[in-house]
């Protein structure tokens, strides 16, 4: 039995649709869709969120190995979920970038992918994944590359913040710390090896990072 048969079994069960899970977790009906034939699976916070909407162990849910819903010893707890989840796109830095020139942040059909985080927004927010290796530093704070990224447009942007901007000679947007020096920004990458950039008046920042999640999957 695979991921998409235990989930549409523990759906029949509960005599859940896909609309249902839909709202409950906070994911498009198009991902329940995904799930349910196979295209892909849940992982991370939605595999969690998932598994709680069908009340059944996520282990088994992605697995098959356990049982359905009843408790194993593990030397893994599950830890208390938040009250309240919000859904945000996953996009590409280049759909990041052109976001200061969209009529709307999001129209229809902007992102095929969604993710959820017990962070509520300040404006319109949206997930990246982070490329290469200019976030990664010996030191607290590291992003490393893989890593996921929530942006939210409306956080007060100020000296010290991890930000998400655009230069104008790119269609791209960076991901950078910014710094002050004398009365002019900076954009820095954590890692030292990459060169520090200055923020010009055509320098646009989109948002501020607010959340960080590492997938080791």
């Known amino acids: 039995m695979e991921f998409k048969d235990r ?26 869709t995904f799930w349910r034939n196979g295209t892909n699976g849940a992982t991370g916070s ?12 996520p ?25 309240q989840m919000y859904s945000y796109p996953v996009v590409s ?6 976001w200061t020139e969209a009529v709307q942040p999001f129209p229809d059909g902007f992102s095929d992918r969604y993710d959820v985080s017990d962070y509520k927004a300040k404006g319109a927010a949206f997930w990246l994944e982070v490329k290469g290796d200019s976030m990664t530093s010996t030191s607290a704070p590291s992003i490393p590359e893989g890593s996921q990224i929530l942006v939210d447009t ?10 998400i901007a655009k230069l104008a000679d790119s269609n791209e947007a960076t991901f950078k710390k910014l710094v002050e020096d004398g009365g002019v920004r900076y954009l820095k ?5 990459y060169p520090t950039v200055q923020c ?13 999640l590492t997938k080791f999957a």
């Open 93 to 98: 830095w280049v759909a990041a970038g052109a």
């Open 189 to 193: 990458p954590l890692n030292p090896a």
């Open 154 to 163: 409306e956080v007060d942007v100020r000296p010290g913040k991890l930000v």
């Open 46 to 57: 939605n595999l969690m969120a998932l598994a709680k909407a069908l009340r059944c162990s």
């Open 7 to 32: 989930l549409r079994a523990r759906m029949t069960e509960l005599k859940l649709s896909a609309t249902d899970l839909s709202a409950s977790i906070g994911v498009s009906k198009a991902t329940i």
């Open 59 to 83: 282990q088994w849910l992605e697995t098959g190995k356990g049982e359905a819903t009843g408790s194993e010893s593990s030397n893994v707890a599950m830890i208390p979920q938040p009250a």
């Open 200 to 212: 010009v008046d055509d320098c646009k920042i989109i948002g501020v990072v607010v959340r960080s």
